[in-house]
């Protein structure tokens, strides 16, 4: 056995510039699958599952595409990991974190092989980072204090969000019913109470956006199919009661009239629960259980509404919306916040019946219902609509805005440029590079639309080494144009979680000398 072998049979270890080549690798390629989804032009990647079924999702959201690819490159899955945190911290820019940290790491490359120490790049490009963000802070609009202008950037925040997706073609229209639920939300960021019901049918141009709450839920048989000035019991009860549910129990009678009896002592006990459900002046009864028949039929002669399995988040939510409180025992009615609303009623949505809950107490839940052709075009507009969505709430407490396509990185590269001229020593290569890796966004932006990306960002570079220059990419006429006029606007949060996300990942990577993989563990054979 060799002196020099401590790992177990299967264990492998790639150690110094082999372990730094396949993590950049990975990375790499990671970052070229995701790059052709960024911008306007982007294009959609079909994912299909090997599972069962094999159910296929048609999505252009970066993090979607990540979190279902299985990879084994242990870089590659940092990229995956920060796509993932940013979509759940501000919803958009997942590509464009992986795309940029990508290019920072294809640029450190370089510099490694021309012998510049790794931790010489991370402190360059932590400089360098630094810089950026300034340099995006200089050039922040914010219209918090005049709502009017504060509303139309907000739109316009929606549109430039939805136009990489599949829903560019309706933008204003989504983008209206976006701005609109979140402007209900009154700036908490929860998107919980906006609640996105899909229903295959129609075009993605029918979708609309309702102040009621609908619940997806048929109304029981003979029971009112409207009602006004509805108080609402939201419950989380059993009202099941008609047979002995004791698993297990044996009871042991000496004629059938006994087990008549114990039938007839239980319908007593549901019928007092009734009584005491109905004691709360109530005409409508939501709940998460099943409802048999004979409470049913009960609620029905009273005239009340009654509702079962409404599942669990149509609960919460319907408590949020009508202010109730969820109630599961009901011996003192006073101490039970009813839900209070206008009207209940039934709608048709396509063939299907929903209870619409209209005029409701709080205004800060809303439905938004979306049509389209198939479930795959449903899904991927609910996951479009959400990422717009989470930006506008976002921006709502962040009220900052910078504007789009290309141009907060060419204001980040160009203050970069400038500071890796006054730095001395080896940092300022590491520093030009982070510059050059920013500049990479507006060049995938321009080569997904089919432009020549050299040209144009030659164009950019020369516009914006003048003062104050709103010049980006206009992906639609293929040149550069203002984008202040075009309306293309990005939240400054979005921008800055990319930019940190993205250099913090490429530090991570970069600090990588040895990869170990562990021996898998064998199954002793037992027998």
Same mark, same amino acid.
């Given at each position: ?32 699958? @995701? ?139 989504? &983008? ?57 019991? /939201? ?8 047979? /002995? ?67 669990? =988040? ?124 920013? /500049? ?13 990306? &050299? ?24 040149? @550069? ?16 979680? /990319? ?14 000398? =040895? ?13």
């Amino acid at each position: 056995m060799p002196i020099d072998k401590i790992f177990k049979d299967d264990a492998s270890e790639e150690k110094g510039e082999r372990a730094r080549m396949a993590s950049f690798i990975g990375a790499m390629a990671v970052a070229d699958l @995701v790059k052709s989804t960024l911008g306007p032009k982007g294009m959609d990647k079909i994912l299909q599952s090997t599972g069962r079924g094999h159910a296929v999702s048609v999505t252009n959201d970066g993090a979607t595409i990540l979190k279902s690819l299985h990879i084994d490159n242990p870089a590659a899955k940092v990229l995956v990991d920060i796509s993932k945190v940013q979509d759940d911290e501000v919803g958009d820019g997942t590509t464009s974190v992986v795309v940029l940290a990508g290019e920072l790491l294809r640029e450190a490359e370089k510099l490694v092989t021309s012998k510049i120490h790794p931790m010489t790049i991370i402190a360059g490009y932590r400089m360098a980072a630094e810089c950026a963000r300034d340099a995006l802070l200089k050039r922040v609009i914010d219209n918090k204090e005049n709502a009017e202008k504060f509303k139309s950037d907000l739109m316009k925040i929606a549109m430039t969000t939805l136009c990489s997706k599949i829903l560019s073609q309706d933008k204003e229209h989504f &983008a209206e019913m976006a701005v609109d639920a979140v402007f209900r939300l009154k700036g908490s960021t929860n998107l919980e109470s906006i609640q996105i019901i899909k229903k295959p049918g129609g075009s993605l141009r029918d979708s609309f956006l309702d102040e009621g709450f609908i619940l997806d839920k048929k109304i029981g048989i003979g029971q009112p199919k409207r009602i006004e000035n509805a108080k609402i019991l /939201v419950a989380n009860t059993a009202m099941d009661t008609d047979k /002995v549910k004791i698993y297990g129990a044996r009871v042991r009678v000496d004629s059938m009239t006994k087990v008549a009896e114990i039938e007839g002592a239980e319908k007593e006990k549901m019928k007092d629960k009734v009584k005491k459900i109905l004691d709360h002046g109530i005409n409508c009864f939501v709940n998460r259980q099943l409802i048999y028949n004979f409470p049913e039929e009960l609620f029905a002669d009273a005239g009340v509404l009654a509702i079962e399995h409404a599942d669990f =988040e149509g609960i919460e939510r319907l408590g949020l919306v009508t202010g109730g409180e969820i109630a599961s025992t009901f011996d003192n009615p006073e101490s039970v916040k009813l839900g209070h609303c206008k009207l209940i009623e039934e709608i048709m949505i396509g063939e299907d019946k929903l209870i619409h809950f209209s005029g409701v107490e709080m205004g800060q839940a809303c439905s938004i219902v979306l049509r389209g052709a198939s479930h795959h075009v449903l899904d991927e507009a609910e996951r479009s609509l959400h990422d717009a969505l989470c930006v506008l709430s976002q921006t709502i407490n962040d009220t900052r805005v910078l504007l789009g396509g290309g141009w907060p990185e060419m204001v980040m590269a160009k203050e970069v440029d400038d500071l890796a001229r006054k730095t001395a020593g080896k940092k300022s290569h590491a520093i030009e590079a982070f510059s050059r890796a920013l /500049v990479a966004i507006p060049t995938t932006i321009a080569d997904n639309a089919g432009l020549d990306s &050299a040209e144009l960002v030659a164009q950019l570079r020369a516009e914006h080494h003048s003062e104050s220059s709103n010049a980006g990419i206009d992906v639609i006429t293929g040149a @550069v144009g203002d984008m202040e006029e075009r309306g293309i606007y990005e939240a400054f949060k979005v921008k800055q979680a /990319v930019l940190l996300s993205a250099t913090e990942a490429a530090e991570m990577i970069l600090r990588v000398d =040895e990869i170990i993989t562990c021996a898998p563990r064998r199954r002793e054979d037992r027998m």
